[in-house]
């Protein structure tokens, strides 16, 4: 059964750059979309972004100018970098996998990392 | 961006009634949507994709229907641990986008 382990600061300053890692337990990164989502507090589900292939990214409008989706296949891992933070990015950050070739949806989840921006 | 409106909000019923939830997408997606159930303090959990098709080890009193722009989410008959917030999701164009959930509560 592939798992999601996600790691990184629980508090972040502002102005400064969130940094989060999502180790993939599967074989291979192949055949999937490599997302993260969030979820401010009290709030519903946002989608962030995306990257899969050999790097290429789709990003939230919103959001694309701070936000930088990375992987590593080599390690099995993908990393979401969102810079110039605000109290306004305070939220559980969910890394997730979405089959590019079925309609199947986000069926893995990461556990879910609750970040807050604050000084 | 693709935007879904989830009804109702709030949805107070009792263990063994059926609960309807809606979503409607403001432009046509054919079947491009995803159910999720979401427990307090947890990740949320795939329930049915391509409108219709229950994710595996989900249990049959979820079912999903609709197509183009309304979708319905129906437990035929709540279980205890059904009580938590549904959200529904288009994966028919980027960026996703979720509806604000509707959430199932303890009348």
């Known amino acids: 059964q592939v798992r999601l382990q996600q790691s990184g600061p629980g508090l972040v300053k502002p102005s400064e750059t969130l940094s989060l890692t999502c180790s993939v337990s599967?074989?291979?990164?192949?055949?999937?979309?490599w997302t993260w989502v969030r979820q401010a507090p009290g709030e519903g589900l946002e989608w962030i972004g995306r990257?899969?292939?050999?790097?290429?990214?789709n990003y939230k409008p919103s959001l694309e100018s701070r936000v930088t989706i990375s992987m590593d296949t080599s390690k099995k891992q993908f990393s979401l970098n969102l810079a110039t933070v605000t109290a306004a990015d305070t939220a559980v950050y969910y890394c997730?996998?979405?089959?590019?070739?079925?309609?199947?949806?986000?069926?893995?989840w990461g556990q879910g990392i609750a970040v807050t921006v604050s000084s | 961006e693709i935007v879904l409106t989830q009804s109702p909000v709030t949805l107070s019923l009792s263990p063994g009634e059926r609960a309807t939830l809606s979503c409607r997408a403001s432009q046509r997606i054919d079947t491009a949507l995803v159910w999720y159930q979401q427990r307090p303090g947890q990740a949320p959990r795939l329930l049915v994709y391509d409108a219709s098709d229950r994710a595996a080890g989900i249990p049959a009193r979820f079912s999903g229907s609709g197509s183009g722009t309304d979708f319905t989410l129906t437990i035929s008959s709540l279980e205890p641990e059904d009580f938590a917030v549904y959200y529904c999701q288009q994966r028919n164009t980027w960026p996703r986008t979720f509806g604000q959930g509707t959430k199932v509560d303890f009348k």
């Open positions: 990257i899969y292939d050999r790097g290429t990214t």
């Open positions: 997730a996998r979405e089959a590019i070739y079925s309609a199947i949806g986000m069926d893995v």
């Open positions: 599967s074989r291979s990164m192949s055949g999937y979309y």
